[in-house]
């Protein structure tokens, strides 16, 4: 018997076959990603001709977390998901909801790393950071940055002053890339609660994906993130034209509100549609509130 056909990372066309795969293969478990604070189980998927790698994290393996209900962070996975695609921008990997060998969970699309040299390449899961020709060292896949000085520099929009140890500090800051502001506009939307830099994910093909959703759609502002650069920068025309669609497709009755409603709470969907409400208004980037840490702990 022939080998199962390895499918590479998805384009718009291969979406829906790897949705399938994911939700229908037959999961094996290869590994755990021993790093993460839940647990996540690297598996292959195999489903017809098809396989591919992909992450699970069983619902039993979440730890309680005291702001959001317990058992509900693959929902959450999910939902990011459904989201990103109806931005139309594919910030996320296909992701669904299923059984698995350990009980319900989410399972993911795995991206590997870049091979290709370039600078913003390399599998970031790992959160470690490297020397870069930046300054002190990169990490984020080349997209993230502490350098010397109080200037970011040309391709580059600060952050924050952080603390490197020895009475030093250094500018964090993160590229001027395009990829990275549609993500800081989908995180929120979604109220994500822990952009990190080891949740950067350049694949080979040049796109961008962010991971690690599962701290997100919390009714109350949550938004901590290393992607503080255009904070209070008008929005781009792109995003402003696919946050109006977005709006439209989270009214009561359309498919994607139906769905988000199987995932998350009432109150959790209307705040979303408040957060694409106010961005609409306001026409900026998000500023912090002051009222929550901003940037997550570790930010790798």
Known sequence: MPAPERLPAPGVSATGELEELLARGELTVVGRIREASNAVLLCTVAYGDLSAECVYKPVKGERPLWDFPDGNLARREVAAYLVSEATGWGLVPPTVLRDGPYGEGMVQLWIGPDESGE?????????????????????????????????????????????????????????????????????????????????????????????????????????????????????????????????????????????????????????VRARVADLLRTGVHPQPSGQWPAIPWPPV
């Open 119 to 271: 600078p913003d390449g390399g599998d970031t899961r790992d959160g470690e950071t490297g020397e870069g020709e930046s300054g002190e060292g990169e990490s984020g896949g080349g997209l993230l940055a502490l350098v010397e000085g109080e200037e970011a520099g040309e391709g580059w929009k600060p952050v924050a002053l952080a603390d490197v140890g020895e009475g030093r500090t250094a500018l964090l800051v993160h590229a001027d890339d395009p990829r990275l502001r549609r993500l800081a506009v989908l995180d929120a939307v979604i109220n994500n609660g822990d952009r990190k830099g080891g949740h950067l994910l350049p694949a080979p093909d040049g796109r961008l994906y962010g991971i690690d959703h599962g701290v997100t759609f919390h009714r109350e502002d949550k938004l901590r993130t290393l992607l503080w650069g255009w904070a209070g920068e008008p929005l781009t025309e792109e995003a402003r034209e696919v946050l109006t669609a977005l709006a439209a497709r989270l009214a009561d009755g359309e498919p994607l509100a139906t769905r988000l409603a199987e995932l998350i709470t009432p109150v959790e969907l209307a705040a």
